[in-house]
C-alpha cells in the first residue's frame, strides 16, 4: 500500500528518540544541578580561604615595624590563580594582596558577604571589630568552564549509547514483532486464489483477533466464490439445453414448413436464437472472470492451451487468416487458471476476425516471458474510444458496427487481467504497424522462459 509504514522501524526509531531524548533533559538536568553544587562548593571555598587567610594577615599587618605598609605576597613558582585576595581597612586602604590580583576588581571601600561582578564572584570577611577586611576574587569564567565539562562528562556517553540503544530496541522490536512478521509473509506468499485460513501463528493478543477476522472473512469469500461457481455452472446447463432444443426445432420446422413467407421469419427466428446462445456465453464467461479464482495452485503450459483454442476457428470462413508466433521449445508456464488463459485467447481472436480488416491477417503471439499478443488489420481506433472499449457492451464506431456482436469480449478479457493481478493493454494503430488494433495481456506466474519462437501460419 503506497504510503505505508514499517510498525517495526516506527517502534525502534521512536524509542531509540524518546530513550535519547529523556536521557538527553536528564543529562541537562543533572548539569543544572551540578552546576548549583559546584557553585556552593565553590562558594564554600571561597569563604573557607578567606577565614584562614585573614588570621594570618591580621597578625602580620600588627606586627608590622611600618603600619599602614601596603605588602604583596611573593609568588612561590609560577602558576594561574584562581583565588585572588585583598586586606584592607575600613577606609580601603591595601594592606596586603596576592601576588596576581587586580584590585579594580573590587569596590572602593570593603564590603563583607558575597557579591557577583560581570566577571568575579566575591567573597569579603572581617576582623578586628571591623577594622581589617579580607575579600576573596574568584574568575566566574573558571566555574563555568568546570560546569561545562561536568556536563560534557555526562553527554559524552550518549555518543556510544544511542548506537547501542538503536541495535538493543530494534533487535528486541524485531524479536517482539516475530510473529507478526511471520504472519505478514503467510499472507504475501500464498497466491490470489488460495482462500484457505492462515496457517496459526502465536500472534500477540491485540493482533489475534484481526487474524481471526481475516479467516473468517475468507472462508465467507471461499464460500461466495464456491456457490457462484456452482451457481454458473448451474444456469450453463439449464440455459443451454432449452436454447439447443430450441434450435433443433426450429431448424426442424424450416424443413417442414412450405416455401413461402414463413421461411424468413424461421431464419429470423434461429438467428435470435443463437444470437442469445452466445450472449448467454458471453454472461457466463464474464460471471467466471469476474467471480475470481482465477489463478491455480499449480502452473500449466500456456502454449497448448493457445493452440487449442486457435484449433477451434479451424472450420470458421475468417480461420485462414490466424497467425500464430509461439515458442518453438520448451514451454511457457503459467499461474492463470486454464479455462480463464483459453477465455481470455478467444475473446482476443473472436474479436480480432469480427472487427478486423477482412484481408489481413491476425496475428496471435505468445512471448517466452508470457505476453500474449492479439493484433489485425484496418482502420485505427481512435483514441477517445480506445479507453472505452473495455466497458461492458461497448462497441467502436467505424465500418464495422454493424457485425453482429454483444460488445462483452474485451471486457471479460479486462476482468481476467484485473482479477489475476495483470492489466489488458490496448494500442491502435497496432505496435509496427501504420494501421490496425492490438490487445496485449502478460501472463501472471511465469516460469522460466525459453527464447525460440516459430511462426506457425495454421494449426494443423
Given at each position: 500500500m503506497s504510503g505505508s509504514t514499517s510498525l517495526q522501524r516506527r517502534l525502534g526509531?521512536?524509542?531509540?528518540?524518546?530513550?535519547?531524548?529523556?536521557?538527553?533533559?536528564?543529562?541537562?538536568?543533572?548539569?543544572?544541578?551540578?552546576?548549583?553544587?559546584?557553585?556552593?562548593?565553590?562558594?564554600?571555598?571561597?569563604?573557607?580561604?578567606?577565614?584562614?587567610?585573614?588570621?594570618?594577615a591580621v597578625t602580620e599587618i600588627v606586627n608590622r615595624e611600618l603600619p599602614g605598609l601596603s605588602q604583596q605576597i611573593a609568588m612561590l613558582r609560577p602558576h594561574t590563580e584562581m583565588l585572588s585576595y585583598l586586606v584592607r581597612d575600613a577606609s580601603g586602604t591595601v594592606l596586603l594582596q596576592s601576588h596576581d590580583v587586580n584590585p579594580a576588581l573590587f569596590a572602593a571601600r570593603p564590603v563583607t558577604g558575597?557579591?557577583?561582578?560581570?566577571?568575579?564572584?566575591?567573597?569579603?570577611?572581617a576582623a578586628v571589630s571591623n577594622t581589617i577586611f579580607i575579600e576573596v576574587a574568584e574568575p566566574l569564567a573558571h566555574r563555568q568552564e568546570t560546569a561545562r565539562q561536568a556536563v560534557m562528562a555526562l553527554l559524552a556517553p550518549l555518543l556510544l549509547l544511542i548506537p547501542l540503544s538503536l541495535a538493543g530496541i530494534w533487535l528486541w522490536v524485531r524479536s517482539s514483532l516475530r510473529p507478526?512478521?511471520?504472519?505478514?509473509?503467510?499472507?504475501?506468499?500464498?497466491?490470489a486464489g488460495d482462500l484457505s485460513p492462515v496457517t496459526?501463528?502465536?500472534?500477540?493478543?491485540?493482533i489475534e483477533p484481526v487474524a481471526q477476522a481475516v479467516d473468517q472473512l475468507m472462508e465467507r469469500l471461499r464460500r461466495a466464490l464456491e456457490s457462484e461457481r456452482s451457481f454458473t455452472a448451474n444456469s450453463a446447463h439449464e440455459l443451454r439445453?432449452?436454447?439447443?432444443a430450441a434450435l433443433a426445432q426450429v431448424q426442424r420446422l424450416r424443413q417442414e414448413a412450405p416455401e413461402t413467407q414463413w421461411q424468413q421469419r424461421i431464419d429470423h427466428i434461429e438467428a435470435l436464437l443463437q444470437r442469445l446462445a452466445r450472449l448467454s456465453e458471453k454472461l457466463m464467461q464474464l460471471a467466471k472472470a469476474e467471480g475470481g479464482a482465477l489463478l491455480a495452485?499449480?502452473?500449466?503450459?500456456?502454449?497448448?492451451?493457445?493452440?487449442?483454442?486457435?484449433?477451434e476457428f479451424r472450420h470458421d470462413p475468417a480461420g485462414w487468416r490466424l497467425q500464430l508466433e509461439l515458442p518453438q521449445t520448451g514451454a511457457v508456464m503459467t499461474t492463470l487458471d486454464m479455462d480463464a488463459v483459453a477465455i481470455l485467447v478467444r475473446n482476443l481472436i473472436e474479436n480480432a476476425l469480427k472487427y478486423g480488416?477482412?484481408?489481413?491477417?491476425?496475428?496471435?503471439?505468445?512471448?517466452?516471458?508470457?505476453?500474449?499478443?492479439?493484433?489485425?488489420?484496418?482502420?485505427?481506433?481512435?483514441?477517445?474510444?480506445?479507453?472505452?472499449?473495455?466497458?461492458?457492451?461497448?462497441?467502436?464506431?467505424?465500418?464495422?458496427?454493424?457485425?453482429?456482436?454483444?460488445g462483452l469480449g474485451l471486457a471479460i478479457v479486462d476482468a481476467i487481467a484485473s482479477g489475476a493481478g495483470t492489466r489488458l493493454v490496448l494500442?491502435?494503430?497496432?505496435?509496427?504497424?501504420?494501421?490496425?488494433?492490438?490487445?496485449?495481456?502478460?501472463?501472471?506466474?511465469?516460469?522460466?522462459?525459453?527464447?525460440?519462437?516459430?511462426?506457425?501460419?495454421?494449426?494443423?
Amino acid at each position: 500500500m503506497s504510503g505505508s509504514t514499517s510498525l517495526q522501524r516506527r517502534l525502534g526509531l521512536g524509542l531509540t528518540l524518546g530513550v535519547s531524548l529523556l536521557w538527553l533533559l536528564a543529562t541537562l538536568a543533572s548539569g543544572v544541578v551540578v552546576s548549583n553544587e559546584l557553585d556552593a562548593a565553590f562558594d564554600s571555598a571561597m569563604e573557607e580561604t578567606a577565614q584562614r587567610i585573614l588570621p594570618l594577615a591580621v597578625t602580620e599587618i600588627v606586627n608590622r615595624e611600618l603600619p599602614g605598609l601596603s605588602q604583596q605576597i611573593a609568588m612561590l613558582r609560577p602558576h594561574t590563580e584562581m583565588l585572588s585576595y585583598l586586606v584592607r581597612d575600613a577606609s580601603g586602604t591595601v594592606l596586603l594582596q596576592s601576588h596576581d590580583v587586580n584590585p579594580a576588581l573590587f569596590a572602593a571601600r570593603p564590603v563583607t558577604g558575597f557579591r557577583t561582578s560581570d566577571s568575579h564572584r566575591i567573597y569579603g570577611e572581617a576582623a578586628v571589630s571591623n577594622t581589617i577586611f579580607i575579600e576573596v576574587a574568584e574568575p566566574l569564567a573558571h566555574r563555568q568552564e568546570t560546569a561545562r565539562q561536568a556536563v560534557m562528562a555526562l553527554l559524552a556517553p550518549l555518543l556510544l549509547l544511542i548506537p547501542l540503544s538503536l541495535a538493543g530496541i530494534w533487535l528486541w522490536v524485531r524479536s517482539s514483532l516475530r510473529p507478526v512478521l511471520a504472519y505478514k509473509t503467510a499472507i504475501e506468499t500464498r497466491g490470489a486464489g488460495d482462500l484457505s485460513p492462515v496457517t496459526q501463528i502465536a500472534l500477540p493478543e491485540e493482533i489475534e483477533p484481526v487474524a481471526q477476522a481475516v479467516d473468517q472473512l475468507m472462508e465467507r469469500l471461499r464460500r461466495a466464490l464456491e456457490s457462484e461457481r456452482s451457481f454458473t455452472a448451474n444456469s450453463a446447463h439449464e440455459l443451454r439445453t432449452p436454447l439447443a432444443a430450441a434450435l433443433a426445432q426450429v431448424q426442424r420446422l424450416r424443413q417442414e414448413a412450405p416455401e413461402t413467407q414463413w421461411q424468413q421469419r424461421i431464419d429470423h427466428i434461429e438467428a435470435l436464437l443463437q444470437r442469445l446462445a452466445r450472449l448467454s456465453e458471453k454472461l457466463m464467461q464474464l460471471a467466471k472472470a469476474e467471480g475470481g479464482a482465477l489463478l491455480a495452485t499449480e502452473p500449466h503450459n500456456a502454449v497448448a492451451v493457445i493452440r487449442l483454442v486457435a484449433s477451434e476457428f479451424r472450420h470458421d470462413p475468417a480461420g485462414w487468416r490466424l497467425q500464430l508466433e509461439l515458442p518453438q521449445t520448451g514451454a511457457v508456464m503459467t499461474t492463470l487458471d486454464m479455462d480463464a488463459v483459453a477465455i481470455l485467447v478467444r475473446n482476443l481472436i473472436e474479436n480480432a476476425l469480427k472487427y478486423g480488416d477482412e484481408t489481413q491477417p491476425v496475428r496471435v503471439s505468445l512471448s517466452s516471458e508470457g505476453r500474449v499478443r492479439v493484433s489485425n488489420g484496418g482502420p485505427p481506433v481512435p483514441a477517445d474510444q480506445l479507453a472505452g472499449l473495455t466497458a461492458r457492451f461497448a462497441r467502436a464506431a467505424g465500418a464495422h458496427v454493424s457485425r453482429p456482436g454483444a460488445g462483452l469480449g474485451l471486457a471479460i478479457v479486462d476482468a481476467i487481467a484485473s482479477g489475476a493481478g495483470t492489466r489488458l493493454v490496448l494500442s491502435s494503430p497496432a505496435p509496427g504497424q501504420s494501421d490496425g488494433f492490438a490487445a496485449e495481456v502478460m501472463l501472471p506466474g511465469i516460469m522460466p522462459p525459453t527464447d525460440a519462437r516459430q511462426s506457425v501460419p495454421w494449426i494443423t
